[in-house]
């Protein structure tokens, strides 16, 4: 059957081709080769299905074997979702997303690359092999820089399959647009006008004046970072794992200021482990939580730190709604960790557990403490902070925090019977509001939505599961130890999850959609609000 799928494939684009030939060789007939491709695999998921009902109704072990081992049926259904329908519909269905293909199509091919490596002989630990799926998996939380997985980088990977997750972890955390554009710049070739806007968009530029200096900047600011928390974990490291300690902490530095949570130091005999072992470790704890903030306040906020340094009157507005609200959400959900969460061991201990648990959901996932064990009201934190993620232009997820800070001073707008939103002296556009609002029922949606598949598919309890998508569409990477036991279809919705959260709502609305101007307005009437 799979020659048959190549051969149908090629047929497909070779009778595009002929049409192009038709049409006076004006382009790719798309529209034309998305209908036939849509054809192809509609009817091969039907023949598939049929031929499954058959086998299945009259009970025959013999054929059902083979269907065992090509499909591993637990998984026929996502995959039949996942590549015969929700494929189709996102890649060929919408004219709008074929016109706009880069931003997604470059994410997708670092996925899928990045896979293919992971899942090489040489990335593997001896004895170690790796289903596709699991690589996929890995590659998708790495690129979404997300580090939900449902294997344990550090006993699985070799030196080199460390590197190549390392590497996608980097790139997920820049941006690919940015470090595409890195590369043209150290190659010494001119940006050119479409290219300013595309990079614009993916690093959430106020204009597109100056974007080839802040993509310079944005690289410089991550190098020092990076190269900077490396240098102070490297003691930690190199005292418990030798020359060793130079990769894990040149590591783990990327990790935290990507806000990935990947780490490698589990082991065959302790798998999943994070920071845990490090709880109490001062140095360590501070240094990978003062990364994860500084990765998540976003390059803008970065530039108004270094041009203005601490006049605060001077920084733009968007910065200090993120400066403000981050502190918010980082010192009082500490306090309430300490007061309620952790109340038994010493002052130092408590502070720095509550301290670093307030920080890591900011869309980080590294964790010093046994999320499991945690009470209940404090795991439902944990999830607003999840949801609520980093800031705009970040290495961060999330839904961001002016988003949060946005819908806030609405609120309070509202109370006050005021018609606009302020912000420090400013008025806040009407447009930015109601993106606010569409983006957080999105994100709600996408939550809640992930959290029924999986508890219905899995059952399990509904709090559990709305922890893990909660850490996937936020691309978090905190778990409850659920994640390496789930089905493959809660596995693709997990994986659609962190792909959504990362690429961000409205580009993918946008991209779906596209835009259609409105050159007349409806008659207005009241509704009943509340």
């Known amino acids: 059957y799979k020659r048959q799928l190549l051969a149908s494939l090629a047929l497909a684009v070779l009778a595009a081709a002929c049409l192009r030939k038709l049409d006076g060789g ?55 979702l996942a590549l015969q329908l929700l494929v189709p519909f996102l890649v060929l269905l919408f004219p709008a997303l074929r016109r706009r293909p880069s931003a997604l199509g470059a994410v997708c091919v670092c996925i899928l690359l ?37 294997i344990d980088p550090g006993s699985t990977f070799s030196p080199f399959g460390q590197f190549v997750l390392g590497c996608l972890i980097q790139i997920g955390g ?3 647009i940015t470090v595409g554009a890195a590369f043209a710049l150290l190659s010494g070739r001119k940006i050119s006008l479409k290219q300013r806007s595309t990079m614009q968009e993916a690093t959430a530029a106020p ?3 100056g974007i080839v200096r802040l993509t310079g900047f944005i690289l410089r600011i991550t190098a020092l970072f990076e190269l900077a928390g490396a240098a102070l974990l490297l003691p930690t490291f190199c005292a418990d794992y030798g020359l060793r300690g130079i990769w894990y902490a040149l590591f783990h530095s990327i990790s935290a200021f990507c806000n990935a949570g990947f780490d490698l130091l589990g082991t065959e005999g302790a798998k999943f482990v994070s920071l845990t072992r490090y709880a109490g470790n001062p140095l360590l704890t501070t240094v990978i939580a003062a990364l994860i903030v500084f ?43 300490y ?9 130092r201990q408590r502070i720095l557990l509550s301290m670093f648990q307030s920080v890591t959901p900011r869309t980080a996932g590294f964790n010093t403490a046994d999320l499991a064990a945690m009470g209940s009201t404090s795991q439902a934190l944990m999830v607003v902070l999840m949801l609520l993620g980093g800031s705009p232009g970040s290495t961060a997820g999330g839904m961001k925090t002016t988003t949060f800070a946005v819908l806030l001073a609405n609120m309070w707008a509202t109370f006050r019977r005021r018609e606009d939103a302020e912000f420090f002296g400013r008025r806040i556009d009407s447009s930015a509001v109601k993106n606010a609002a569409t983006i957080a029922g ?18 399990l ?47 993918l609305i946008y991209a779906a959609f596209g835009s259609s101007p409105a050159h007349s307005r409806l008659p207005q009437e009241k509704i009943a609000i509340g």
């Open 461 to 507: 309890p509904m709090s559990v599961c709305l922890y893990e998508t909660a850490s996937a569409v936020a691309t978090v990477g905190l778990t409850l130890g659920i994640t390496p036991q789930l089905g493959i279809l809660s596995q693709g919705v997990l994986i659609a999850l962190m792909f959504l959260g990362r690429v961000g709502g409205l580009t």
């Open 295 to 337: 990765g998540g306040l976003g390059f803008l906020t970065w530039e108004d730190i270094c041009t203005y340094r601490l006049d605060f009157h001077r920084y733009r507005m968007q910065s200090k709604v993120i400066l403000a609200t981050t502190a918010f959400l980082l010192v009082l959900p500490a306090l309430y960790f």
């Open 26 to 80: 004006k382009g790719l007939p798309w529209p034309r080769l998305g209908g036939m491709l849509t054809a192809m695999v509609l009817v091969k998921a039907y023949i598939t299905y049929s031929q499954y009902m058959i086998t299945w109704y009259a009970s025959l072990p013999a054929e059902m074997s083979f269907y065992d081992a090509a499909f591993s049926w637990s998984g026929l259904l996502s995959a039949a």
């Open 207 to 209: 204009q597109m004046g």
């Open 174 to 176: 820049l941006g690919v």
């Open 442 to 459: 999105m994100y709600l949606t996408l939550f809640f939505l992930g959290a029924f598949v999986i508890a219905t598919a899995e059952q």
């Open 339 to 347: 007061c309620f969460e952790f109340t038994a061991g010493s002052a």
């Open 114 to 150: 990045g896979s293919l490596l992971l899942m090489l002989p040489c990335s593997l630990q001896p004895g170690i092999a790796l289903p596709y799926l699991d690589a996929l998996y890995t590659a998708t939380s790495a690129v979404c820089v997300t580090g939900l997985n449902v």
